[in-house]
Antibody, heavy 117, light 110 residues
Framework: QVQLQESGPGLVEPSGTLSLTCAVS?????????WSWVRQPPGKGLEWIGK???????EYNPSLKSRVNFSLDKSKNQFSLNLKSVTAADTAVYYC??????????WGPGFLVTVSS | QSALTQPASVSGSPGQSVTISCTGT?????????VSWYQQFPGNAPNLIIY???DRPPGVSDRFSGSKSGNTASLTISGLQPEDETTYYC??????????FGGGTKLTVL
């Protein structure tokens, strides 16, 4: 049974870079799945950030594309999110999820990142 | 890329059926059969309950069903139970290499 776990700094200063990692256990990321990021500002709805395929191909939300970058670390079986030039509007719970056949079938528990000085 | 339109809230009594709509356009909901639905309890990650418009993952109650007509997808919950009270989100492919969520619908069981 695959499990995902987000980790990273919980506090990021404005204009800085938000960096999160999603560790995958119970399966390899080097298979035919997309690995995705979704975020949820406090008290608000879900927002799709983007996804990365096991080959490294990426798809990003157009509204975030200029600031976001995904990467894979197959040796550690994890994938990462970098979001630069953050503001308070980027404060959210960030989820990683496995995207198989156009659906998120497995999610991490979520990780709150606060942007504040 | 705009969020799909869901009603902010719906309600129903135990045993009744409720339907949550998810309205998009011909370039997202109406153009593809890649609509999924997620149930999210406060403080928890979302959970997949419907995918490919009508399919249910193993373990999801058959009280949950999905459909689509034109640019509107729908989630129907039949035999409403108190534990169904939470927030539901739709999600759809939105054209070239993008995806979009609905704004979410809070279900209240009266």
């Amino acid at each position: 049974q695959v499990q995902l776990q987000e980790s990273g700094p919980g506090l990021v200063e404005p204009s800085g870079t938000l960096s999160l990692t999603c560790a995958v256990s119970g399966d390899s990321i080097n298979i035919e799945y997309w690995w995705s990021w979704v975020r949820q500002p406090p008290g608000k709805g879900l927002e799709w950030i983007g996804k990365i395929y096991h080959t490294g191909v990426t798809e990003y939300n157009p509204s975030l594309k200029s600031r976001v970058n995904f990467s894979l670390d197959k040796s550690k079986n994890q994938f990462s999110l970098n979001l630069k030039s953050v503001t308070a509007a980027d404060t959210a719970v960030y989820y990683c999820a496995r995207d198989g056949d156009f659906r998120f079938d497995t999610w991490g528990p979520g990780f709150l990142v606060t942007v504040s000085s | 890329q705009s969020a799909l339109t869901q009603p902010a809230s719906v309600s129903g009594s135990p045993g009744q059926s409720v339907t949550i709509s998810c309205t998009g356009t011909g370039t997202d909901v109406g153009g593809f059969n890649f609509v999924s639905w997620y149930q999210q309890f406060p403080g928890n990650a979302p959970n997949l309950i419907i995918y490919h418009v009508t399919d249910r993952p193993p373990g999801v109650s058959d009280r949950f069903s999905g459909s689509k007509s034109g640019n509107t997808a729908s989630l129907t919950i039949s035999g409403l139970q108190p534990e169904d009270e939470t927030t539901y989100y739709c999600f759809s492919f939105s054209g070239v290499r993008t995806w979009v969520f609905g704004g979410g619908t809070k279900l209240t069981v009266l």
